[in-house]
């Protein structure tokens, strides 16, 4: 038996988010189908860096499963991408030891906010958030920075979500536009750990600083409350992607 890491894409959209859930079209469930076909009908469990809700895309997401079967690395990138969806797509395999884990090994995710300003785009809504308005970015770009650091990110995490320890470290952000079209943006975030919902909370909060609705400082104001209602709301799932994960 061997230990396999595979880097993988998706778009989410068509996605009940990656997890397993039962009778729902998940990533989890899809790659797991693939892998029992490959696997001479034996069950395999993927164990990836973590998940993604409905319609949230990633560019890198990572993933370990252990198989039976000995075959060619070539063989079986070649074998996934038959049998997976087209919105699915494995861009690397390689064999790692044995202790290798890929949730619980990982030093730093970066996850991109893709938003378009400009005038609507339907060949793109599922897959960038279309906000159509003119929006501050030098004061974004402000508030951007009182995010990064270890802090308590309570404020900006799912109300249902029930974490002994909220606290987390950001350590980079970047709000980078588009050579090509300055009305597209995308805002970057490399942290150690992510709460549920925090990235899609924060860039909620952020889109109402370049509204005008808040000043960039008020984010420390916000940190400190420690309550999910002082910031702004969730900001729509087809925007974000997992752009990265680091071991």
Avoid at 17 to 30: D, F, M
Avoid at 91 to 117: C, G, P, Q, S, T
């Amino acid at each position: 038996m061997k230990r396999y890491l595979i880097t993988f894409s998706y778009d989410g959209y068509n996605f009940n988010g990656y997890q397993k859930q039962p009778k729902l079209r998940t990533v989890q469930g899809e790659i797991e189908k693939a892998l029992k076909f490959i696997n001479n009908d034996k069950t395999v469990e993927i164990h990836a860096s973590g998940r993604t809700d409905a319609k949230v895309h990633a560019l890198n997401q990572k993933a370990h499963f252990d198989l039976d079967v000995n075959i060619k690395l070539e063989k079986l990138k070649m074998a996934l991408n038959s049998y997976t969806p087209q919105d699915i797509y494995i861009k690397n395999i390689k064999i790692v030891d044995e202790k290798f884990h890929a949730r619980y090994m990982v030093k730093a995710k970066e996850y991109i906010y893709k938003i378009n300003l400009g005038e609507y785009d339907p060949l793109e809504r599922n897959n960038v958030y279309q906000y159509n308005k003119k929006l501050d970015l030098p004061e974004i770009e402000r508030a951007l920075k009182f995010l990064e650091g270890e802090h308590d990110f309570t404020t900006f995490c799912c109300k249902e979500e029930k974490q002994e320890n909220n606290v987390r470290t950001i350590i980079q952000t970047n709000l980078i536009t588009e050579k090509t079209d300055v009305n597209k943006i995308t805002l970057s975030f490399v942290g150690t750990g992510f709460l549920k919902y925090q990235v899609r909370n924060m860039v909620g909060t952020l889109i109402e600083v370049g509204e005008g609705k808040r000043k960039s400082e008020e984010i420390i104001n916000v940190l400190e409350k420690k309550d999910r209602r002082k910031a702004g709301k969730t900001a729509n799932p087809e925007g974000l992607y997992l752009q990265d994960v680091l071991y």
